[in-house]
């Protein structure tokens, strides 16, 4: 367990902790375009899908005192041996948690933990629409930016949620 600070901690997830990454997850499904998931994931769901991704790649937590405030994994871009330096990165922060340090302190664990097996490219797909709205604003592009992503294309009405068409942009970071 890597300590941030007195208060904030980066660990590896556990199964345990599926029911509280539902409830940060669900969030993003239900009230935002940031998902483009319509139906939010049982906890059973979700405990597999992080036994899936544990398996291969880091799969972490940002708590404090004890209560899980984010999350982030890397994911397999794809089965095509040429890409095994190039990973997904997904990160979710409990809507009340944001500004607060919690989504550098996870990427920056994630990205020491990928260095060290060898990951080289880091993509990470992120809704988009020109003009915010209130389904989607722009933090999760700007949030990239600050850590040193930048945009590398732009799909266009890509993804329907709320009876409207957004975009997907792929940012990129090479470590």
């Given amino acids: 367990m890597k300590t941030m600070s007195d208060e904030f901690k980066i660990r590896d997830v556990e199964e345990k902790d599926a029911a509280r990454l539902v409830e940060i997850y669900s969030h993003y499904i239900t009230d935002t375009a940031v998902s483009f998931e319509y139906t939010v994931p049982t906890v059973e769901e979700f405990a597999e899908r992080i036994r899936k991704i544990k398996a291969k790649y880091p799969y972490l ?96 009405t890509v993804g329907k949620k709320f009876n409207r068409w957004y975009d997907l942009l792929w940012m990129q970071k090479r470590i």
């Fill in 61 to 156: 937590v940002c708590e404090k005192n004890g209560v899980v405030l984010g999350y982030v994994y890397a994911g397999r871009y794809s089965p095509r041996e040429a890409y095994n330096w190039t990973v997904t990165t997904s990160i979710y922060v409990a809507k009340d948690c944001h500004r607060q340090g919690v989504g550098a302190m996870l990427y920056d664990a994630l990205e020491e933990r990928l260095k060290e097996a060898g990951i080289v490219n880091l993509l990470a797909g992120i809704a988009y629409c020109e003009t915010e709205d209130e389904y989607l604003t722009h933090d999760s592009v700007k949030f990239h930016l600050k850590s040193g992503y930048e945009q590398v294309a732009r799909i266009k």
